[in-house]
């Protein structure tokens, strides 16, 4: 099968819109590119479903609180399109920065109580940039279903509540992280890791399972459960940003566990950003 | 022709899927209700271009600043859906709140800069709640039109650029103000002016046509324009909210007449507040 490479919002649109009129149906996995296995897992599963996957690269400038970290995001766009051709995706969707915001923004999606804390708070705009730019997407290829990762659970549940609230006719499929053999989540960022850090970063993982095993021991007290993961994660060559126990939908912090919890972190390994999260069910009584 | 009226979500997107696999155009009238002859040739001019008319009529709470506005708007649906049946409409879409905004509203888009001014000044949070609500009806609705009077000369600005920032797939047609035969603006909120205020109202229209009249007649100093124009509302009965020249895009003030520009005005007559505009060319040299 070809992976068809589109750059433009219309040529896209008439593509679609072809396709739909055959009744077939569409998928749509949004990606910032840098492709690695967990966007291959999103791809294939869109695959399974949808009689055409569209698969979105565009390294989205407004979602980035820090232009150093936008700059040096990684592009990859030939070694992308293989890797969606190898998972069948009918097209792929790479627009220019132009295409996307031929003007200054004037209109945005905004979503609030959900970006308040966590990833929100240490990256102010973050989630207005990715609310709006997954809106656009949305608008452009009007699919039935779209693919998001776990990994991303704040993003996840902030498109949740956008397409809730808005009536956004589409399904949002979630799927389960994909980690390295040691455990590591992957991401686009991992590979920015210098070896030693990279040794060090399966610890993120350890300290959440450790913090699984805790609630569904029995613990109620997310401030035991905290000191305790936290405290495997004290190391001089990382930097907590947050750790974090949440309600799953609102992603508000929770102090006594009632219900499912999502252990949500970000960490500092040099200069590089790593997030992670797990979803942990209290031991039934 | 009968006119089917929904009340949900649900039966709504049903029907009009059911339309649209059958190869049928969808044109969408959003309204707050109280119906009048503006509203009349909107559907009208709908009725002549979609194969199904949709008219929503939903008085948006999250729109009102003013809690006693929200209280005071007329509310005729028995009288709607027979002006909606009259002129060929297809679907009355008439939500409860419940059904628009079943829980708190966290989702919302938000327009800058059009917004800053005018209208917007004076009516906090009332373009967030009018672009949320028109972005809700045209997802759930997704029509290939729809269509705004030109005497919400704001509103269809910031629903323009709504709909161009976010790459929302629908056509908007401008529909112009169709007024009374002494040139009063047609208003749900006219039916709220005293005998003694209905006589005074026309006078706006008359302020807007001697301000035309000198842009046409080639004054370039918007301040001059404005002075003459807002000494014929100088009346002990009327008190001036704004009276302003803006570029009709982004309905940002001009201070010299270098293109078209349109002449914008809110009033209060009483308890009642009155809105209208004109759209001026300046003479060709």
Redesign the interface.
Known sequence: MSTQLIHT?SEL?ETLSRQRRQGKTIGLVPTMGALHDGHGKLIEQSAQQADCTVVSIFVNPIQFNDPLDYDKYPRTLQTDVDCCASRCAGIVFAPSDEEMYP?P??????????TEHLCGRFRPGHFRGV??VV??LL??V?PDRVYFGEKDAQQLAVIR??V??????VEIVEVSTVREADGLAMSSRNQRLTHAEREIAPVLYRALLAARRRVSGGVRDTGEVKRHAEAMLRRPELRIEYFEIVDPDTMQPVERINGPVRVVTAVWLGSTRLIDNLLCEPQRL
């Open positions: 919002i649109r003007e923004l004037r209109a945005s999606v905004v979503v609030s109580e959900l609310a709006t809106m656009k608008q452009i009007q509540r956008m809730r609230d808005l009536n956004v006719p």
